[in-house]
């Protein structure tokens, strides 16, 4: 999302306010809108976010606002203290433990459920397995995304999706800014001879289809960033990983697919997404929803204890940051990470603190461009940690990869070590302490991408504009 993320982040104002962002869109390109269709379908997602929405949902928007607020005056306090703020780990026991599984329940984190989680590296693994869940799938098909882009997979991917819509019932909830925003933003691999872009996917999707689709607005210019795929309440994929060409050829990134009862769990959060963006509003919450029913297969083998970890700023649910700070908190002989961003406070206080016990911290970032601010914030979080005695890579390109494992405790999911997604934006994630999963997640992610990737040094992040932003960053 790194090229999304700088367009977002840089007209975030005129897109709260509904301005246009015509100087912001890439040059007319068969495989990206061009400037006049990325101006009108940009200012007409706004209208919807700042307008829209606020119709529709004048108290939940009002509501969110308000907790919007209160985050970002939290982080501006805690980001101008000059010395690191970690208190002592509220758990017991190390990472991976039967005892600090038992800490973060009685936290307030929702209990684990069994399952087996499988990994899906790269869109190599996960676009095959994602056409065919499409395929078995024979009661429904429900499908949540951040991005899902113009380009000729995502179009290719989109007459799929419709044409299973004619013989199992499909739901789909798209992000109003993810999508649009996308649209303007062209890959590096160029199209085939002759593709042009669609316009609008929503609208592409919808036509001649039995498909329903409703979008997330995005009052305040809040995202939801999860990617959930669910298939006839029994299996799950969640991940970072979006509809697109990145995705599909392009950058480094992981899906998982999840099996057994927990997966009940996950279509429960499918199914609160898709009311909440009901065409009606506030006034659909009136009515009761209907009661949830298990659908989820018994723990098939090899089952083990997940948890689903959420955020959720009107349920004031930060549920990734928790556990991700008290297991890195918790460490005792590993914290290794491999994320897009590296740029919350919260975060590095814990990594340097976890550094001055001996614990080794590993850290893979991405490849981005020189000129963006999260690169160079990314690199002042660098730099702090490598004087710290933490180890730091660059990937040799573009990782969209949210991953860590502490000790014998690793989480997957949406989330980036950022304010935003850690606070702010909807996000989901799973963690677990299987040994043998976790063990496979060192052997196919961590420990093939730091022989990939090149450790940097403190001269290799230093640069005069990194304070600057990395204060820009806290907010973001």
């Excluded at 929702?110 to 078995?136: Q, S, Y």
């Excluded at 498909?211 to 939801?224: E, K, M, S, V």
């Excluded at 928790?322 to 297991?327: F, G, H, P, S, T």
Aim: glycine share 6%; proline share 8%.
């Amino acid at each position: 999302m790194t090229r999304l993320a700088l367009l977002l982040r840089t007209f975030l104002p005129a897109l709260v306010l509904g301005g246009a962002v015509q100087s912001c869109v890439n040059r007319p390109d068969t495989q990206a809108n061009g400037p006049l269709v990325s101006a009108v379908q940009v200012s007409a997602m706004a209208g919807r976010g700042s307008i829209l929405s606020k119709v529709r949902s004048p108290l939940t928007t009002t509501r969110l606002g308000l907790a919007m607020v209160a985050q970002r005056a939290e982080e501006l306090v805690i980001g101008n203290i000059p010395l690191p703020l970690d208190p002592a780990p509220r758990t017991s026991g190390p990472p991976g433990s039967r005892e600090f599984s038992a800490s973060l329940t009685r936290l307030g984190l929702p209990a684990p459920t069994l399952g087996t989680v499988e990994l899906l590296v790269d869109g190599k693994e996960f676009f095959p397995a994602f056409r065919t869940e499409l395929g078995l799938a024979r009661e429904s098909i429900d499908l949540q995304l951040y991005i899902w882009d113009n380009d000729d997979v995502s179009v290719a991917y989109a007459d799929l999706v419709r044409k299973r819509a004619r013989a199992v019932p499909t739901r789909m909830l798209l992000d109003d800014i993810g999508s649009t925003l996308s649209a303007s933003l062209k890959p590096t691999t160029p199209p085939p001879p002759g593709f042009r872009a669609v316009p609008d996917i929503a609208r592409y999707l919808r036509q001649n289809s039995d498909l329903r689709l409703r979008r997330i607005l995005n009052p305040w210019a809040i995202i939801d960033h999860c990617k959930l795929l669910v298939f006839d309440g029994r299996t799950a994929m969640l991940g970072g990983m979006n509809v697109g060409r990145e995705y599909y050829s392009e950058w480094h990134d992981l899906m998982v697919r999840i099996r057994g009862p927990v997966v009940d769990h996950l279509q429960a959060e499918f199914d609160k997404k898709w009311r909440n963006a009901h065409e009606l509003g506030d006034l659909s919450l009136l009515c009761p929803p209907p009661a949830a029913l298990s659908r989820a297969d018994p723990p098939p083998p090899g089952s083990f204890p997940i948890r689903i970890l959420r955020t959720n700023l009107l349920e004031n649910r930060r549920e990734p940051l928790v556990a991700i700070l008290e297991a890195i908190r918790s460490s005792r002989s590993r914290v290794w990470i491999e994320n897009e961003y590296l740029t919350s406070d919260r975060i590095l206080d814990a990594l340097v603190c976890a550094c001055s016990r001996g614990v080794d911290v590993r850290v893979v970032i991405p490849t981005l461009p020189v000129e963006e601010i999260m690169h160079l914030a990314n690199h002042q979080a660098a730099g702090v940690l490598l004087r710290a005695g933490a180890k730091i890579y660059r990937y040799p390109g573009m990782t969209h990869m949210k991953a860590i494992i502490c000790d014998g405790w690793a989480s997957v999911g949406a989330t980036n070590f950022d304010t935003h997604s850690l606070q702010i934006s909807y996000e989901i994630n799973i963690s677990y302490s299987d040994p043998k999963a976790v063990r496979t997640l060192a052997r196919r992610i961590f420990e093939k991408d730091f022989a990939l990737s090149r450790p940097l040094t403190v001269e290799d992040t230093r640069h005069w504009l990194n304070p600057v932003a990395e204060t820009i960053a806290d907010q973001l």
